[in-house]
């Protein structure tokens, strides 16, 4: 089957705009998380979605970060009103979310420029 | 709440040197215990793991052991290689409300010399 997938792989915009990037998980795994890579190292914790419970909203950096999750599958964050310090890799992982010692598997990231 | 703390990098070795990456956690539970690699260029992939007390992960020559008493779970090679440059994660995952959550540390940036 499919890894998770990312879209789109590159998005350069302009300060101020309004940005969408989506997660597609693997199939089945309940658990969905959004993770910000700077400098292609730290891995900066955003936000978890876990089946039906109210997302773990706790890493979010501002009121512009955002993100939902439709039917339990296919997640969108959003930043609105851009700044260059939001240029970074935006990584979404996904597991099965209910067993012990579960592998994470990372999609292979959006990268975003800010200009 | 649970962190993983892992020692700075960046780390700088000769090929065939002895590495270790320091891991320490903090958790309310039980958690299972991970070790994740990004290659230059490629996706963060799971390099071993343990899921309790005194067990070791291996994989790629790479060991790691959990240690419930040190709360710790160090990343050892004996031989590095030019190819394990990358940068490793330390992760933990814990039962919560939600299910289970995984954490990473910062990660380490591992360079290896020819």
């Known amino acids: 089957g499919a890894g998770v997938s990312q879209s789109p792989s590159n998005k350069v915009t302009e300060k101020g705009k309004d940005v969408e990037l989506r997660c597609d998980p693997i199939?089945?795994?309940?658990?969905l998380y959004w993770y910000r890579q700077s400098l292609g190292q730290g891995l900066e914790f955003l936000i978890y979605f876990q089946g039906n419970s109210a997302p773990d909203k706790s890493g979010l950096p501002s009121d512009r970060f955002s993100a939902e999750r439709t039917g339990g599958s296919v997640s969108t964050l959003t930043i609105q009103r851009t700044q260059q310090e939001d240029s970074a890799v935006y990584l979404c992982?996904?597991?099965?979310?209910?067993?012990?010692?579960?592998?994470?598997?990372f999609g292979p990231g959006t990268r975003l420029l800010v200009l | 709440g649970d962190s993983v703390t892992q020692m700075e990098g960046p780390v700088t070795l000769s090929e065939e040197a002895f590495l270790t990456i320091n891991c320490t956690y903090t958790?309310?539970?039980?958690?299972?215990l991970f070790w994740y690699v990004q290659y230059p260029g490629e996706g963060l992939q799971l390099l071993l793991k343990a899921t309790k007390a005194d067990d070791k992960g291996s994989n790629k020559g790479f060991e790691a052991t959990y240690r419930k008493e040190t709360t710790s779970f160090h990343l050892e090679k004996g031989s590095v290689q030019v190819s394990d440059s990358a940068v490793y994660f330390c992760?933990?995952?814990?039962?919560?409300?939600?299910?289970?959550?995984?954490?990473f540390g910062a990660g380490t940036r591992l360079f290896v010399k020819a």
């Open positions: 199939s089945g795994h309940t658990a």
């Open positions: 992982a996904s597991s099965l979310g209910d067993r012990e010692g579960e592998t994470q598997y």
């Open positions: 958790a309310t539970g039980y958690p299972s």
């Open positions: 992760a933990l995952s814990d039962l919560n409300y939600r299910g289970f959550k995984t954490i």
